[in-house]
């Protein structure tokens, strides 16, 4: 079965540069969520889509910004990147018809250097 | 807020055997989903199971199940058979359903249980 596809799997930058991560979500999914994990910690809730609109919004930084595509595959834009932003990336997808729960992409580590 | 602690960070089984891994919520909504989560050292996060707080039925999958008890708001998952591909992060999550509809139902973690399987 298809799966949630990201991309980068990895991604090296430099502080004060930008970077963009990509999200296809499994097909038929409406859904889409991104979250941030630290080294040693659980997922933290950054932003989720749904049918292209924005749903929520977790503790994401003013710095980061996010959207939902026509094909619902998603972005998510961080600047002026900090040492801090060093984590693990994850995209997951839902379905409202399916039971809405949370299919895990394989994340984006993205170190900050 | 919605908050999920997992009491045990580390735990060890032997091949075969069977282990249990507790993860306690608070809440005050009535309608909700829990689920366990694993991540293996790739870092994947893999569905485990799944539990929705109306079903009075424990959830099974194969060779995990969980005692879902919601008066007292607990929430374990049993590995039965042990096997040496069980040795992962298990993390527990609560998923609030509600009135804001699709795209709001964000995920709370614990921080995890590490689980290892001794050959």
């Known amino acids: 079965a298809a799966g949630v596809i990201q991309s980068p799997r990895h991604l090296i930058k430099e502080k004060r540069e930008t970077a963009t991560l990509k999200c296809y979500p499994i097909?038929?999914?409406?859904?889409v969520y991104w979250y941030q994990q630290g080294p040693g910690q659980d997922p933290q809730f950054l932003i989720s889509f749904y049918e292209k609109m924005q749903s929520d919004k977790g503790s994401i930084p003013d710095r980061f910004s996010a959207q939902q595509f026509s094909d619902y595959h998603s972005e998510l834009n961080m600047s002026s990147l900090e040492l801090g932003d060093s984590a693990l990336y994850f995209c997951a997808s839902s379905s409202t018809e399916l039971g809405d729960t949370q299919y895990f992409g394989p994340g984006t580590r993205l170190t900050v250097l | 807020a919605q908050t999920v602690t997992q009491s045990q960070p580390e735990m060890s089984v032997q091949e075969a055997e069977t282990v249990t891994l507790s993860c306690t919520y608070d809440t005050s909504e009535n309608n909700y989903y829990l689920f366990w989560y694993k991540q293996p050292p790739s870092r994947q996060m893999i569905l485990v199971i799944r539990?929705?707080?109306?079903?009075?039925q424990n959830a099974t999958e194969n060779r995990f199940s969980v005692n879902f008890q919601k008066a007292a708001k607990s929430f374990s998952l049993k590995i039965s058979d042990s096997q040496l591909g069980d040795t992962a992060m298990y993390f527990c999550?609560?998923?609030?359903?509600?009135?804001?509809?699709?795209?709001?139902?964000?995920?709370?973690f614990g921080k995890g249980t590490k689980l290892s399987v001794i050959p």
């Open positions: 539990q929705e707080a109306y079903k009075q």
């Open positions: 097909p038929r999914h409406d859904t």
């Open positions: 999550a609560f998923m609030k359903l509600g009135y804001s509809g699709a795209g709001s139902y964000q995920l709370t």
